[in-house]
């Protein structure tokens, strides 16, 4: 931190601290101190802490308020190797769990380093056709539609749509589309549909940074860019393969 404001009692210069603000990609950003930064804990590399500002958030949120998970509850992540799912693996876990992380080939052995019980290669496997049922779906490549999700899905069960469509929605409409979708359909079944973005607490970077510290949480990250690279780091990210996070370095 190199300066604080006349108010800010919380922070001096000098302090390690982690967080950020939107669309910001550059050497320095001045974020409110009682929202969006917090303490970095010393045995975090700053590149570990950049990575949890958005996804680490999502998936606390995703887990914790919208799923509502509780221990020994079955809980699936479509999308368990991505920036959010990897967060979300090891929150839902920590919640005690039992995880079943949907993936790539080559992300199966990651995924279960991170604590699935259970992994699925979607390439070989679809989980809307299997015979599993679980009390929470966390839905972060919405790649179904409401009912097949509805299907695997508990008579009580929470459907989660973390971020927007999937990859044939339009890029604006498809997100509107399927919360509209989930608003229909709401009153007319048991199961809880949703549709979540992240909101921004300082609070839930503070646990995030405890749970970093005490080990039950471990940032994945992909690659690293220089800040001097970053067409080539978001070229990278929309090609829709990084595993966990990618991240700006600033020398």
């Known amino acids: 931190m190199e300066a604080v404001g006349k108010n800010v009692t919380q922070f001096k210069p000098g302090d390690e601290v982690f967080g950020g603000r939107d669309g910001a990609f550059a050497e320095y950003v001045c974020p409110r101190a009682d929202r969006a930064v917090t303490l970095k804990p010393a045995n975090i590399t700053f590149e570990q802490a950049a990575s949890v500002n958005i996804a680490g958030i999502t998936a606390l949120q995703a887990v914790r308020d919208k799923g509502k998970v509780q221990p020994g509850q079955k809980v699936l992540i479509n999308g368990a190797s991505g920036g959010v799912g990897t967060f979300a693996v090891q929150i839902a876990k920590s919640f005690g769990a039992d995880v079943t992380g949907v993936c790539s080939t080559r992300n199966l052995d990651m995924v279960r380093s991170l604590g699935a019980d259970h992994v699925i290669d979607y390439t070989k496997e679809d989980f809307a056709k299997g015979d599993q049922r679980y009390d929470v779906v966390l839905d972060n490549v919405p790649n179904h539609s409401l009912s097949e999700c509805r299907r695997v899905l508990n008579p009580q069960g929470k459907y989660v749509m973390i971020g927007g469509g ?65 067409p080539a780091a978001i070229a990278y990210l929309e090609e829709g393969h990084a595993r966990g996070k990618v991240v700006i370095t600033v020398e």
């Open 166 to 230: 999937g990859p044939n929605d339009n890029r604006w409409i498809g997100p509107f589309g399927r919360l509209i979708q989930t608003l229909v359909m709401a009153p007319f079944v048991s199961q809880k549909m949703g549709m979540m973005m992240a909101e921004l607490k300082k609070s839930d970077l503070a646990i995030l940074g405890d749970m970093m510290q005490s080990g039950k949480l471990k940032p994945v990250i992909d690659r690293t860019y220089k800040l001097s690279e970053l």
